[in-house]
């Protein structure tokens, strides 16, 4: 939807004008501050909520869990991706628990069918005890999965121990998280009397990943229809045309070679963009994390391993299954190596954006929870000034991390592309 | 996490510190030398240095 848009704007867009730049950079420079001191200091408040968590467990048989422990939860939950949106709790007056975000739509194929509600229905409970009941089928939601009930059961219930309570998750994302379980958890991890259900619903990651094409679609429209009627662009063009020349000119064209780039530039241009969009939103106070989920970096590497294969010339299969100038023997051993080659491209693209936002995410939600760790050893107004240097610091680092992981991802995507269109006349 | 898993990660770590302080330090003594280069070994610069970042994350991710 958005690539053809991409190609107007390239056909009808003129070149930058240099005399303009000077104000330009100043008012990027301000922009850029700005936008660092307001995210890190909503991020601040909007994680300060911690400090009065209780545990979030009722039903869990040990109440003593620590504020570090609590802390690692709550990055666990953030760097996973929800059915829910969740800025904030506290505690009101008559100590009850109150939850304020705002709910998604839940869609799932169970065994009598689709099913839809809103996840507002669960209650804020992720412990497999709030039973949602719809035409016949009961469906709970533990650690962020839904499960429909075997017929008959009103509760979940898990392995022989039954241990389901906090748990540690540390590293990266939902896989990563499993890491400091034992092999017993992993055997009694799955609820024994409910089966997994097929989970098509609107989450927090998919809702960002609406927004960002979303965004990106009025944006660059509007963008595209400038060009009917005049030849600079105005208002939010003017940030917007720089960065689209600046994929076509700086990757697109030196990696994949003049004869070939235009095919490109607009899936290049459409991936840089998105990347960058989702990773400036993920450091919003919101919570979205889609370039941090396995999922979405997996799924935008297909595109770039799909396309290079699709595009990759008689050249491209010769050197990967016949290596030209090598012994024969060498061929045949070179074969799988090369083919090998060709997958482990992709999921290193796939690998590199999650990690890095995953753990750019991890490392602003630690400092900000520094606020909390040091607040007995430092005082409130020491370990909250500490903590917002510190976050402001390494948000003004992840403002460039977001626009690095695009613009790598686009420049590697293009080198392998170019790597498989491109012709050898050097023979 | 087990002790093997974390001896793993803190050697792949330590290759890749040596490998990005390579890329860093030879891009510098590239750029005192040429100044005029400054764009063109930047952007190799960050490109290698990608790769090794790729390479690192992987052997994490599957060492993990």
Redesign the interface.
């Known amino acids: 939807m958005i690539m053809p848009i991409f190609a107007e704007i390239l056909t009808k867009g003129p070149l930058l004008k240099g005399a303009q730049m000077k104000s330009r950079n100043l008012f990027l420079k301000t922009l850029f501050f700005s936008l660092a001191l307001a995210f890190s200091s909503a991020s601040l408040w909007a994680t300060d909520p911690v400090t009065s968590k209780e545990p979030s467990h009722e039903d869990s048989a040990d109440h003593s869990v620590s504020t570090e422990e609590q802390i690692s939860d709550y990055i666990a939950h953030h760097i996973k991706d929800a059915h829910d949106f969740h800025l904030f709790s506290y505690n009101d007056a008559s100590g009850h628990r109150k939850h304020i975000g705002f709910p998604l739509p839940v869609i799932v194929y169970t065994s009598q069918g689709f099913r839809f509600f809103m996840s507002s229905e669960f209650h804020h409970d992720d412990s497999g005890h709030q039973v949602v009941e719809r035409d016949g089928v009961s469906l709970v939601k533990y650690h962020e999965k839904i499960y429909e009930l075997n017929a008959g059961e009103h509760a979940l219930s898990f392995g022989d121990d039954g241990h389901h309570g906090v748990k540690h998750e540390v590293?990266?994302g939902e896989?990563?998280s499993e890491?400091?379980e034992s092999e017993e958890f992993d055997a009694s991890h799955h609820p024994t009397n409910a089966h997994e259900v097929l989970d098509l619903s609107i989450t927090k990651s998919v809702f960002g990943f609406l927004l960002v094409s979303l965004l990106m679609l009025i944006a660059f429209r509007s963008l595209a229809n400038q060009y009917k009627k005049r030849a600079v662009p105005t208002g939010f063009g003017r940030v917007l045309e720089p960065l689209v020349l600046y994929v076509r000119d700086?990757i697109a064209r030196p990696n994949i070679g003049e004869k070939h780039y235009k095919r490109f530039t607009g899936f290049l241009l459409t991936v840089f963009f998105f990347i960058w969009t989702s990773n400036l939103l993920g450091l919003t106070p919101l919570g979205f994390n889609i370039t941090g989920q396995l999922a979405v970096t997996f799924s935008l590497a297909l595109f770039t391993y799909l396309i290079t294969q699709f595009s990759g010339n008689k050249e491209y299969w010769k050197h990967i299954f016949w290596m030209p100038g090598v012994p024969a023997p060498m061929k045949v051993i070179l074969a799988p190596i090369e083919l090998l080659g060709t997958l482990?491209k992709p999921?290193?693209?796939m690998?590199?954006l999650f990690?890095?936002i995953s753990a750019g995410h991890i490392v602003v939600m630690s400092l900000i929870s520094i606020a909390i760790i040091m607040k007995s050893s430092m005082g409130a107004v020491g370990a909250t000034a500490l903590s917002f240097a510190l976050s402001f610091f390494l948000t003004l680092i992840e403002l460039l991390v977001a626009f690095?992981q695009a613009?790598?991802f686009t420049?590697?995507s293009a080198?392998f592309i170019g790597m498989a269109v491109q012709e050898h006349d050097h023979h | 996490m087990t002790i093997p898993n974390l001896v793993g990660a803190g050697l792949i770590v330590i290759g890749a510190g040596i490998g990005l302080g390579q890329i860093g330090g030879r891009a510098m003594e590239g750029i005192a030398r040429q100044p005029e280069a400054t764009g063109k070994i930047q952007t190799a610069m960050i490109i290698i240095a990608a790769l090794l970042e790729g390479l690192a994350f992987g052997a994490l991710f599957l060492g993990k």
């Open positions: 590293g990266l896989e990563l890491i400091a700086e482990t999921f290193s693209l690998i590199r990690a890095n690095l613009y790598i420049m590697l080198l």
